[in-house]
């Protein structure tokens, strides 16, 4: 390979709050928090290097080279097509679904999301003064469906407005098909629910699977939609802090740039701005071997459950790097499961109850690490499994 993914670099004492949130004197292996261990790709640390040669780093004009080398990336890659004048620019995803929900909702509507999902979901809804409805995923034979029948259910329930849609789904590692995004979109026209697409891991897909922008559908999912996305998973950059939300109809972005204002989320740093072109423009082939890591790293989680812990199914992963493990069979709650698995193993995952009621008994990984460090993780669980297995 090009680049080196396997060499192991310390995060500790950089501020890093994946690795820095517990004592540095413990010995604490984090596989929780969303964001990679791995040197983000060349051409972007070479960017950035050149901005802190400059030494001024005062207020940001985001430039056209920014909105061309987004709507280049999505054209090329994703065959979507969108113009500059559809985008607003903003300093994360999460601050992005808050903004637009306060664009698109008064307090006490309601908001769909499908669970397990994402936990910022719940906090941005509730935030807001809106309600949380669920539409619990089917889990069945070691993968999740939408429940159309319970969709369409929630969906005609007064006062809901949206639907938040992870795409891909995280935790639940789906990349959802066209003919899946086509039916959320005609439930969602035929009761007049705007669909909000977090599509912040779109680049995390693996080999066979195909991301599809909610928003490239149809004309009809251009217009009742609006798309959150950002390069800072897919890059490892998520604390340069930048963002897009693109949407169609002139009148919601213009609500929705005033929520980013009321929000005071409006301004972005110099960083992130630089970071985003360099990324977008000359960070493909650094993506495209990650993913092939990443890869390897679910192939060799995948292999070790089946050879050593036959008992706990892995969730079937189709994109991000968070791997969903079904931890029934221990018969502990999630929570339980997390703080026993830190104190005892200093392996820190996250418990499933995060993401909905419907993620307990499960646990989340991430497995964007060089791979003697998943290794590591692993043996640690093993032991730990064993440990429980002895008790009874």
């Known amino acids: ?55 001024i780093f005062g207020y940001v004009r985001v430039p056209d080279e920014y909105y061309t080398a987004v709507t280049r990336w999505f054209g090329r890659r994703h065959h979507w097509t969108f113009r500059k004048e559809w985008m607003i620019y903003t300093s994360g995803v999460v601050p992005a679904v808050s903004a637009v929900i306060k664009a698109l909702t008064q307090p006490g509507d309601g908001v769909v999301v499908q669970t397990p999902v994402y936990n910022c979901f719940f906090s941005s809804i509730r935030n807001n003064g809106c309600r949380v409805v669920t539409n619990p995923l089917i889990y069945e034979d070691g993968t999740y469906h939408i429940n159309f029948d319970d969709l369409e259910r929630k969906v005609k329930e007064p006062g809901v407005k949206l639907l938040l849609l992870c795409n891909p789904h995280n935790p639940a590692g789906r990349v959802w098909t066209r003919e899946e995004l086509c039916r959320i979109g005609e439930i969602c026209l035929q009761n007049n629910v705007t669909v909000l697409s977090d599509e912040i891991h779109c680049e995390l897909v693996f080999s066979g699977y195909t991301y599809i922008p909610y928003a490239s559908v149809s004309e009809e999912h251009l217009w009742n939609s609006v798309t959150c996305v950002s390069p800072s998973k897919s890059f490892n950059i998520a604390g340069l802090q930048i963002a897009s939300i693109i949407a169609r109809d002139e009148t919601v972005r213009q609500r929705i ?46 292999a070790f459950f089946r050879t050593h812990l036959p008992e706990i199914p892995v969730t079937k992963l189709e994109g991000t790097y968070l791997v969903w493990t079904d931890c029934r069979a221990l018969h502990l709650p999630s929570d339980t499961l997390q703080t026993r698995l830190l104190e005892t193993t200093g392996l820190w995952l996250n418990s499933g109850t995060m993401y909905g009621a419907e993620g307990e008994g499960f646990l989340r990984w991430n497995i964007a690490c060089p791979r003697s460090v998943l290794q590591d993780a692993l043996s640690r669980f093993k032991g730990f499994v064993d440990a429980l297995t002895t008790e009874e």
């Open 257 to 302: 740039d005033r929520a980013i204002n009321i929000n005071e989320v409006c301004d972005v740093n110099p960083f992130g701005v630089e970071a985003a072109i360099a990324a977008y423009n000359e960070g493909e082939d650094w993506l495209l071997e990650l993913l092939d890591y990443l890869k390897g790293n679910y192939d060799y989680l995948c």
């Open 1 to 55: 390979m090009k680049y080196d993914f396997d060499t192991i670099i310390s995060r500790r004492g950089t501020n890093s709050y994946k690795w820095d949130s517990l004592p540095a004197d413990k010995d604490i292996l984090p596989l929780w928090v969303a964001d990679m261990d791995f040197r983000t790709a060349p051409a972007i640390t070479e960017a950035l290097t050149r901005r802190v040669a400059h030494g």
